[in-house]
């Protein structure tokens, strides 16, 4: 649907419209100075998002293959990238769940103590890295 500028009447009819999003503080979208309804600015985070998490993906998977033989718990991962605990354990499990990498059996203290899975990179993730490496993606 292409973009209208809206009138004032369906601005302040729709109290979602006048929500701050993150991505732009002022509420103001910078074509046109229109205000941002609810579903824009979801839509935008959604795109945002996305591309974040797919990347955040990518560098959590060439981070377990560089471990190679000793594999990667999601505690050193999050801290070597980086990373929030949160995010690194969303990513080990969409990787997990497509089958890029996989527990090994074995486990190593967190930096609190406590044990957690070790992971390696299965045949399927290095046939992934090897696709992204062709197109310099990684």
């Not at 600015?41 to 945002?48: D, K």
């Not at 080990?92 to 390696?120: M, Q």
Request: hydrophobic residues 40%; contains cysteine.
């Amino acid at each position: 649907m292409p973009w209208q500028n809206p009138t004032p009447e369906s601005v302040t009819r729709e109290p979602e419209a006048r929500q701050l999003g993150i991505f732009d503080p002022l509420g103001l979208d910078a074509m046109g100075g229109r205000v941002l309804g609810q579903q824009d600015t979801s839509q935008l985070a959604a795109l945002l998002g996305n591309h974040r998490v797919a990347g955040d993906r990518r560098r959590v998977l060439a981070h377990v293959a560089r471990c190679d033989a000793l594999g990667a718990t999601q505690d050193e991962v999050s801290a070597a990238l980086d990373m929030l605990h949160q995010t690194a354990s969303a990513r080990f499990k969409e990787l997990r769940d497509a089958d890029y990498i996989a527990r090994t059996g074995g486990r190593r203290l967190t930096r609190t103590g406590s044990p957690a899975h070790v992971h390696r990179v299965t045949d399927r993730g290095h046939a992934v890295l090897a696709y992204l490496a062709q197109r310099n993606a990684i």
